[in-house]
């Protein structure tokens, strides 16, 4: 028996999201293999792809919300397949600076058609992808 029906799993937008975020995740899995990359590495490559700009670690993680920790292995495996370079800023040696290579900017041309092949499989009946994508965006902007 619950006597607190608002501590059921099933009532919690929480767990809703994370279920939710889990299978958009897998469902990137295949098509990311065929590039080579992790979910975060594309995030990171998305970034840098955007203004084709080297950006320095700290704007990195300030744009994804990820922290410095997880965001320096990911770059360090990006660097080993030859997407990025890592090198320190001649103005301040404490930043890394973290820019495309050709290979980098190739791979743009390949991953061009992934958010394609993933909005046919977020054709829900009743589901306004557009709709749903402001009000996460404007969810995560209230909690930040």
């Excluded at 029906?5 to 897998?26: E, G, H, I, K």
Aim: net charge negative; charged share 25%; aromatic share 4%.
């Amino acid at each position: 028996m619950n006597d607190h029906p608002q501590l059921a799993l099933d009532n919690q937008l929480c767990f809703s999201l994370y279920r939710a975020s889990r299978a958009v995740t897998r469902a990137y899995q295949p098509l990311l293999q065929n590039l080579g990359l992790t979910y975060p590495q594309y995030l990171t490559m998305l970034v840098l792809w955007e203004d084709d700009q080297p950006h320095s670690l700290q704007e990195i993680t300030q744009r994804l919300g990820l922290d410095s920790g997880t965001l320096t292995p990911v770059c360090r495996r990006l660097e080993q397949a030859g997407l990025v370079t890592r090198d320190r800023d001649p103005a301040d040696e404490r930043k890394l600076i973290i820019a495309l290579t050709d290979r980098g900017r190739d791979l743009r041309r390949e991953a061009a058609d992934i958010p394609g092949q993933l909005e046919r499989l977020y054709r829900v009946p009743g589901l306004d992808a557009a709709a749903l994508k402001q009000a996460l965006d404007l969810l995560s902007g209230s909690l930040d």
